[in-house]
């Protein structure tokens, strides 16, 4: 008995612009569900984010705490903490448990030159508003940084992170093998151009010029494979021509836009955030203006990324 075989059904053609997201399952590694000692930890997000209550930042962090919080922030990537008055002396003090604490010359300083203090007001409106990776265009990069909010708005101002292994992780087979042993270039003057005092950018220009990092960093403790390009400070992609540059780039800045890799932080005054640099981008939601948002931030020297 011969089968009949419906004939192929035809659809017409609709195809989307390329280059971009598509939908589907999404790769998740999660980080692994330990309990800790010294404090408790309550996950924010599905891979990346976490509030960390039972720590008093104001405290000496001895060795055994230091251990468990370091392994807290490799698997979660940023770690939120409540209700923390301290001053700025303390929170140099807590960042200072990771490594020599670097100033940035581009934004105002709060009452140390390692502290960098965000005041936006009516006058002065925020300009973080934009996926990134912090000071990239050093030739070694901050490991992590220490943000406290003193005034926060009455509503909006929150802060989104992504993580950029789980960015890498979902990136065709395609992508992954063009894009890896490419460097490209970052320089800080696309990201502060904008607003600030062209002659301190010019004063700089000498002591940092453009650098180049590998498109994918190796993370130094983790050993995770992290996407390693940001829209503020990267350039161009060392060795292609500007257009396939331009639209290879464009095309990676999109995965931090995707929800699944993100988490998101409501602030309220003396709440804590503490990301690893290496492993995150982020991005200060512009919502609140005219309203007052004042935080100080103080962050940790890096390495060179390889």
Same mark, same amino acid.
């Given at each position: 008995?011969? @089968? ?21 399952? #999404? ?21 990346? *984010? $976490? ?39 303390? +929170? ?33 409106? *925020? ?18 940084? @220490? ?43 696309? *990201? ?14 000498? #002591? ?22 940001? +829209? $503020? ?14 639209? &290879?780039?464009?095309?990676?800045? &999109?995965? $931090? ?10 602030? #309220? ?9 290496? !492993?995150?981008?982020?991005? !200060? ?22």
């Amino acid at each position: 008995m011969s @089968v009949v075989l419906p004939a192929r059904i035809q659809l017409r053609e609709a195809v989307t612009p390329a280059d971009g997201i598509v939908e589907g399952p #999404r790769i998740l590694r999660e980080p692994q569900r330990r309990t800790y000692e010294r404090f408790t930890l309550r996950p924010l997000g599905r891979v990346i *984010g $976490a509030e960390v209550d039972g720590v008093d930042l104001g405290a000496p962090v001895g060795p055994d705490l230091r251990e468990e919080l370091n392994h807290a922030l490799l698997e979660w990537k940023v770690l939120f903490f409540r209700d923390q008055d301290i001053t700025s002396a303390q +929170q140099r003090a807590f960042a200072a448990n990771w490594g020599e604490l670097e100033t940035n010359p581009f934004i105002p300083k709060g009452d140390d030159d390692a502290v960098t203090r965000f005041e936006r007001t009516a006058a002065m409106p *925020g300009y973080e508003n934009i996926w990134h990776t912090d000071v990239t265009w050093r030739p070694d990069p901050a490991l992590g940084s @220490v943000l406290r909010l003193i005034e926060v708005p009455p509503v909006g101002g929150d802060t989104m992170w992504a993580d950029m292994a789980a960015a890498y992780d979902n990136l065709p087979e395609d992508v992954r093998a063009r894009i890896d042993g490419l460097t490209a270039v970052h320089d800080y003057l696309p *990201g502060f151009d904008r607003f600030s005092d062209p002659a301190l950018l010019a004063r700089w220009q000498d #002591r940092f010029p453009p650098v180049e990092h590998p498109v994918v960093r190796t993370h130094p403790e983790t050993g995770r494979r992290t996407l390693f390009v940001n +829209q $503020a400070f990267t350039t161009h992609i060392a060795g292609l021509d500007r257009a396939e540059s331009d639209r &290879l780039l464009r095309y990676l800045f &999109l995965q $931090a836009h995707t929800p699944e890799f993100q988490v998101r932080f409501s602030w #309220r005054p003396n709440s804590v955030a503490f990301w690893d640099n290496r !492993a995150t981008q982020h991005y !200060a939601v512009n919502d609140y203006h005219p309203h007052v948002r004042i935080a100080e931030r103080v962050a940790i020297a890096g390495d060179r990324p390889y």
